[in-house]
């Protein structure tokens, strides 16, 4: 089984966007795996900074929560994150 690594470094504002459509399906190939789990903890910040509620953000890094909860809320964050990015506020991916 082949391992996808969407990322090298921390996002970067170039390519936030396609990051994140890599890490969704790196998710969809391999679920929440270990991978998937340290990129996910970068999200935090561009998350919260974008206006997500702490509580979703909290529910896509627990691993507890169940999957489809999990992957509501990617998708959810991941709106959010490219909406702020589109308006111009690129301090959210600043590394």
């Given amino acids: ?9 921390l996002m970067t504002l170039h390519d936030t966007f396609s990051q994140l459509d890599l890490l ?3 998710i969809d190939r391999f679920g929440y795996d270990d991978v ?4 996910l903890r970068q999200l935090r910040r561009p ?7 702490q509580p ?3 529910l896509l890094t627990d691993t507890a929560t169940p999957t489809p909860v999990r992957n509501r809320a ?9 909406r702020h990015l ?10």
């Fill in 36 to 39: 998937a789990q340290q990129y």
């Fill in 47 to 53: 998350a919260m900074e974008a206006g997500v509620p």
């Fill in 86 to 95: 589109r308006r111009g506020d690129h301090s959210a991916c600043a590394a």
């Fill in 56 to 58: 979703m953000v909290d």
């Fill in 74 to 82: 990617f998708g959810h964050i991941a709106s959010l994150i490219a």
């Fill in 1 to 9: 089984m082949d391992i996808i690594r969407p990322y090298r470094d």
């Fill in 24 to 26: 969704a399906g790196h």
